[in-house]
């Protein structure tokens, strides 16, 4: 395990599911952490824990050596680090920008060119994994930006990770992302259809769900969604909004590439179906209850999407 240095004040804004297990590790490590986020009490625990909560953006960019985020859009990563209050204007010098958010790679790419400006490094640095992974820091870092800031970041990525890429120039880490979470996102879908055929031919629930977890075709990231629909357990992990934002960034690049993506496409309808059915925060795994109330399956034995 690498050594933090006592100089390297690591920023962290953004504390949802995965913005506060990050702090949470780095605390953990050693690190002097400052945390913000635009709703103080999420701060508190972490608080209590000996991290830092900085009054605004612009305080804690002039205090972080690395700054780390964990945002919901592209929206609103543009709100934190550009502008004359953003995180990038008020930067100290020598900080390292590590951004963690699923954004377009057109919006990695122009927090890289702002960056540059200053001669602030700027990775785009999205992570696969859920809230469990993050806790037991398990996570896999998809990267991309400059070769230096990423080999100087890896001992953050150790901390927070079990793997960690380098994919290429600004952007790259954004791209594999989308890759990556459309065969999350579709792969649900496949789970939550075939489950529902399942127990239309007469099989029983639990069973069909504990014979899925040992056969080869689910994929590892799947089988802990598994578990939770088994249980009708949908609490947020990954949540549903979050998978429908991702669809959507996913189908923008396709029809900018002239590509088609016809399952990815069908696969977001249902989705926006399912979370307009829900009024929690749901984890996106709640499409298999959505299929299975489609089906008229076991209607008494979960709540109503109504």
């Given amino acids: 395990m690498d050594s933090p240095q006592s100089s390297e004040i690591v920023g962290v804004i953004g504390l949802g599911h ?3 297990g990050v702090a949470s590790r780095l605390l953990d490590a050693g690190y002097a952490v400052t945390v913000f986020n635009r709703t103080p009490s999420k701060a508190e ?20 050596r690395v700054i780390v985020s964990f945002l919901p859009d592209d929206s609103a990563v543009r709100e934190v680090y550009c502008g004359p209050d953003g995180v990038i204007a008020n930067a100290a010098d020598g900080a390292r920008i590590i951004e963690m958010s699923t954004v377009l790679p057109d919006t990695a790419r122009e927090l890289y060119r702002a960056g540059a400006a200053r001669g602030i490094p700027v990775l785009d640095a999205p992570v696969s994994g859920s809230t469990a992974a993050v806790e037991q820091g398990n996570l896999t870092v998809l990267a991309g930006g400059d070769a230096d ?10 901390q927070i990770a079990r793997k960690w890429f380098h994919l290429g120039p600004s952007g790259s880490g954004a791209a594999m992302k989308l890759v990556v979470n459309t065969l999350l996102g579709d792969g649900m879908q496949a789970i939550a259809e075939a489950v529902t055929l399942g127990q239309k031919l007469g099989l029983q629930r639990g069973l069909l769900f504990d014979v899925l977890k040992e056969v080869p075709v689910v994929a590892p990231a799947h089988l802990g969604k598994l578990d939770q629909a088994r249980r009708h357990d949908y609490h947020a ?30 696969a977001q309808q249902v989705f926006l179906l ?7 925060d749901e984890d996106f795994s709640a499409v298999v209850r959505y299929m299975e109330q489609r089906a008229s399956l076991a209607e008494p034995e979960f709540p109503s999407a109504a």
């Fill in 274 to 280: 399912a979370a307009a059915g829900s009024d929690t």
């Fill in 149 to 158: 800031a990423f080999n100087a970041s890896v001992p953050i990525f150790r």
């Fill in 18 to 20: 995965m913005g506060n």
């Fill in 237 to 266: 992990q990954f949540p549903l909004r979050l998978m429908r934002k991702d669809f959507g960034l996913i189908l923008d690049q396709a029809a900018k590439q002239g590509i088609s993506m016809p399952l990815t496409a069908a």
């Fill in 45 to 64: 625990a972490l608080v209590r824990r000996g991290a830092l909560r900085a009054q605004s953006l612009r305080d804690l960019a002039g205090r972080a």
